[in-house]
């Protein structure tokens, strides 16, 4: 078989690049990082084994690069759809943020919950998965937060917004990683009141 049966990578990533990519998505899905071998990708791609190692080094190389384009591409979206939320209509923007988000089927969800399964057990992975994906997430988070601050009339210290940044993050990811992991019901209403109660951001405490 060659490539992904369900291509991810090949949607922008250009040339043989994606295609490996997504062959190499497709046999870690199947099999996990330590199952997979450079000879099943190749396999899965239809090219012979020493065909593949001219494109990359070894597996560790393969699944970080996996993991740079991945977050790169990820975090690319979600800060397109962070700069889209309105703080006059907060509520049902972060609804439309939820609703776009990972837990609901998109390509990318799955492909992020299959390579983040093997990176925390290897120190070069992770590496890769916080410069790509982590912390320039952390960044866009930390642009977010004061810009609806400051709607609501609200300061905070340096520290006080690091605090607040881990909450909302916390709270956003928890509920999409316990919902898929713990098959829980969807509440997305629920949630995002609790998400503007927690950072205090209600139209009571906004600045006239």
Request: aromatic share 8%; charged share 25%; net charge negative.
């Amino acid at each position: 078989m060659s490539g992904s049966s369900t291509p991810y990578f090949s949607d922008f990533v250009e040339g043989r690049r994606g295609e490996i990519l997504d062959a190499a998505l497709a046999v870690f899905q199947e099999k996990g990082y330590a199952g997979g071998t450079m000879r099943d990708v190749a396999t899965r791609l239809g090219v012979t084994e020493p065909a593949l190692y001219r494109h990359y080094p070894g597996k560790e190389a393969l699944y970080s690069d996996m993991l740079a384009v991945a977050g790169d591409r990820v975090t690319e979206m979600a800060s397109a759809r962070m700069a889209e939320i309105e703080p006059e209509t907060l509520r049902e923007s972060l609804l439309g943020l939820i609703a776009r988000g990972p837990r609901h089927g998109s390509k990318s969800g799955g492909m992020m919950g299959t390579l983040m399964a093997s990176a925390p057990h290897n120190a070069a992975l992770m590496a890769t998965f916080r410069e790509r994906l982590a912390r320039p997430m952390m960044a866009g988070f930390r642009q977010f937060v004061p810009r609806v601050d400051g709607f609501f009339g609200i300061e905070r210290t340096p520290a006080e917004l690091d605090g607040a940044v881990r909450v909302f993050v916390s709270l956003f990811v928890g509920y999409v990683a316990t919902t898929k992991v713990m098959a829980l019901p969807d509440e997305d209403e629920a949630i995002v009141d609790a998400m503007i109660r927690v950072m205090g951001w209600s139209c009571a405490e906004r600045a006239s």
